[in-house]
């Protein structure tokens, strides 16, 4: 598969040493199979695909960001251990959503019988559906609005429940298929009932 030229978008400067010479400066758009075999190639990068073909390139998190990231899928990961009726997914993970675009949530849940309905080769592979639930925790480089359009893209595509925790200003905007979001400030915790029974996120564990 020939990986020439495509559309790219980072938030940082190209650095040799960030981002391979071959990423900088292609123009075209790419198939979400082309980007597959991109991220096959290019493992130490995150990255993710616009339903435009664009190709968006992530700087590595900060200490804190990170921190951030691995207690979420700690307490979503030890709720979906005891619940059984769902597999829990870090960042690496990346989706194929109906629109094209592929995508890399802090943490998502996906039903268990959406995943057991997978090939051994698809569960090595992209998920070619939207999860039921995402999460995703904005870090210092990232834009809310672009945030925000991504959660309503997730909405659009299939999802359930989303949440976007914002940990510079305490707030968590919760969205949910067919409603308008809703905004809390400074909450301790958050719950993701009826999606998930009994799963609340401790959200002061993030701030």
Sequence with gaps: MELR?????????PSDDYIPPELIGLREPITPEQFEELCRLNRKLRLELTSTGEVIIMPPTGFESSRRNSNLTYQLEAWARVDGTGVCVDSSAGFVLPNGAVRGPDAAWIRRETFEHLTKEEQERFGRFCPD?????????????????????????????????????????????????????????VSAEPLLPGFTLNVTELW
């Excluded at 030229?5 to 400067?13: A, Y």
């Design 5 to 13: 030229s495509f559309e790219v978008s980072h938030d940082l400067p």
């Design 133 to 189: 639930f995402v999460v995703e925790i904005s870090s210092p480089s990232d834009s809310l609005t672009q945030l925000r359009d991504k959660m309503l893209e997730y909405m659009e595509n299939g999802a359930s429940l989303g949440w976007l925790i914002d940990p510079f200003k305490r707030r968590v905007y919760v969205y949910q298929a067919g409603c308008e979001p809703v905004v809390l400030v400074d909450p301790a915790t």
